[in-house]
């Protein structure tokens, strides 16, 4: 009896007081699509392939993203400019086969692949997920536009910006 | 099967089983006579898959057997690499590591407090819990890079140091949950019907469920005093105080008793943790195993040649075997890992505790009736990419 009287008397308007008071608070829901995800700097999405200032690509296809990749991702065929520069004839990476794991970009020697914001492409085509080198410097190509319109700091995390000397071009 | 039992099955498409399990229950009209839980519907292959890969690639594998718990997965992998080779960790790094699986400890227990609370019927609570789990999980973002499968963790250290303001994230976290698990408890603990679905049922002893094999909040539970963190402390364990939480009855109430208190364990030892954190190094200065920093590479030829070597041929440990096992958020997971002296992996084998506690099923179940099953797999805590690599 007594823990029945305890039950209603006690236990149960207990509880509701918790919900009744978030009832009233300040709801926490992210409201995507209507307002856009807030994302960490680290954040691993959609890579992009970096330039150098002048727009050279930075890539010189030495191929150790593709062994860090542990989803074997990465396709790409090398090609030597009549200077004797090597870059990427071909550079692929299949973003369905694609783990998120950051491995290429820890390995990259050269600052050239990197991990985005982008995380909103889809496709109703399968073929459409293989991201061409021309695809993936466009990325970085929209990633530069978008941070000089809006004046703020490079979209790439703040970390591997920390050995350069602030005279250093960036990218 | 008898006359007069019949044969039901559960799943695989159950929502109330966590994931595709299927379980075959023989039933006396309502009373389950044996439950016998069929695994193997989400069988991966991750085990036969990290054989082909360098032992850096095959810890991403490790993240998607428990994705509730990346952080304890990686790290049984981590340190069983790092007892075959003798590597040692950095204190920087040790700590991060136990601040951070003890963030996992309180996901993973939020997630299962959600869903087993939802499967009861106080769906109220699976709001609630995703709302504090969604802030673990931010601090999951800031350091890796990603909410779940976070990577995290390398053989000798972490992947990066800590962002900036990490401390702060931290403290956050530990302002706000003390107060959030007394509002779960509030909601729940002295709540009727609560108590009337949990209290005595999937019942187990004390000396059962140590001949079962079960591990963790399950063996707790039935008041066995058995937690690898206080019996073989690893990573700095032995540092930190706090209370292994116990039960006496082996229900599934003191099994939820158990796993609330041990989230305010775990805020307990992230604070102390977090106080102490030294300076110093985040991975191991052996070269052999872990490439230089970033800023090095770019700068050294000799660093760069390490790099190099590293990515490509990765670290050959010493021929022979190993087994470690730690304190998952879901019991003992142990990692069983033979080398053969080549960069890769020869066989690796994990315990995990999700599949060795869901087989005493039937001692849990036998006898109740078949809506008390509910209850009990929901407080037997599985995660199915766990039992079925
Ligand atoms: S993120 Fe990981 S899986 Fe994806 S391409 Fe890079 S290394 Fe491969
Ligand atoms: S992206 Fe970097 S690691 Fe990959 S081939 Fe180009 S330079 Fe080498």
Redesign the interface.
Same mark, same amino acid.
């Given at each position: 009896m007594w823990?029945?009287i305890?039950?209603i008397f006690? +236990?149960?308007p207990? /509880?509701l007081? *918790?919900?009744f008071k978030?009832f009233l608070k300040k709801k *926490?829901t992210v409201k995507y699509p209507d307002a856009p995800p807030v994302?960490?700097?680290?954040?691993?999405g959609l890579h992009y392939l970096t330039r150098y200032p002048d727009g050279k690509e930075r890539c010189v296809c030495c191929g150790?993203c593709a *062994? +860090?990749?542990?989803a074997d991702a990465i396709y790409m065929e090398p090609a030597e400019t009549e200077k004797g520069e090597r870059y990427a004839k071909v550079f692929e990476i299949n973003e369905l086969r694609c783990?998120?794991? /950051?491995?290429c970009e820890? +390995?990259c020697?050269e600052?050239a692949i990197f991990?985005g914001h982008e995380f909103e492409f889809s496709s109703g085509d399968r073929g459409d997920f293989i991201y061409t080198k021309e695809m993936l410097l466009a990325n970085f190509d929209k990633i530069e536009k978008d941070r000089v319109a809006k004046n703020i700091k490079p979209f790439i995390r703040q970390?591997?910006y920390?050995?350069k000397k602030p005279a250093d071009p960036i990218h | 099967m008898g006359d007069k039992t019949m044969i039901l099955n559960i799943g695989p498409q159950h929502p109330a089983t966590h994931g595709v399990l299927r379980i075959q229950i023989e039933l006396d009209g309502e009373v389950i006579v044996n439950a016998k839980p069929i695994v193997g519907y989400l069988h991966t292959g991750i085990e036969k898959t990290m054989e082909s !890969?360098t032992y850096?690639? %095959?810890l991403?594998?490790t993240d998607r057997m428990d994705y509730l718990a990346p952080m304890s997965n990686n790290l049984v992998y981590v340190m069983a690499v790092e007892k075959l080779m003798q590597v040692d960790v950095p204190l920087r790094a040790q700590y991060l590591r136990v601040i951070l699986t003890e963030l996992t400890r309180i996901n993973s227990h939020l997630v299962w407090l959600g869903t087993h609370a939802t499967d009861i019927g106080a769906m109220?609570l699976f709001l609630?819990c995703f709302?504090e789990r #969604?802030k673990i999980l !931010?601090i999951y #973002?800031?350091?890796?890079?990603?909410r779940m499968?976070s990577?995290y963790f390398r053989v000798g250290g972490l %992947?990066?140091d800590v962002?900036v303001g990490f401390d702060k994230r931290i403290k956050e976290i530990l302002d706000i949950m003390p107060n959030k698990i007394n509002?779960y408890e509030? =909601?729940?603990t002295?709540?009727?019907i609560w108590k009337n679905r949990t209290v005595g049922v999937g019942k187990i002893s004390g000396e059962e469920a140590i001949k079962s094999g079960l591990s963790g909040p399950l063996l707790r539970g039935s008041g066995v005093n058995w937690d690898i963190r206080k019996a073989n402390p690893y990573s700095c364990y032995d540092h930190f105080e706090f209370d292994v939480p116990l039960g006496k009855n082996g229900d599934t109430y003191d099994r939820y008793k158990c796993r609330i208190e041990e989230m305010r364990q775990s805020l307990r030892i992230i604070r102390q943790a977090l106080e102490g954190l030294p300076e110093g190094p985040y991975i191991t200065e052996d070269r052999k195993i872990a490439p230089p920093p !970033? #800023?090095e590479? =770019?700068?050294g030829m000799e660093q760069?040649i390490h790099?190099?070597k590293i990515?490509?041929d990765g670290f050959c440990p010493p021929e022979g075997d190993v087994y470690h096992s730690i304190e998952s958020p879901k019991g003992e997971i142990g990692c069983y890992l033979v080398s053969d002296g080549t960069k890769r992996p020869y066989r690796v084998h994990f315990r995990p505790p999700s599949f060795v506690n869901i087989s005493a099923l039937n001692k849990l179940a036998k006898g109740r009736m078949i809506s008390d099953l509910i209850a009990i797999i929901g407080s037997v805590d599985i995660v199915l990419g766990e039992i079925d690599r």
């Open positions: 823990e029945m305890k039950s006690f +236990a149960i207990r /509880g007081s *918790v919900t978030y *926490v994302f960490e700097d680290r954040y691993r150790l *062994v +860090a990749c542990p783990i998120f794991c /950051g491995y820890e +390995a020697p600052e991990l970390e591997k920390q050995f | !890969k850096t690639q %095959a991403t594998m109220t609630y709302r #969604e !931010k #973002e800031f350091v890796s890079g990603v499968m990577s %992947a990066k962002p509002e509030d =909601l729940l002295e709540n009727r !970033k #800023e590479v =770019l700068k760069l790099h190099f990515w490509v």
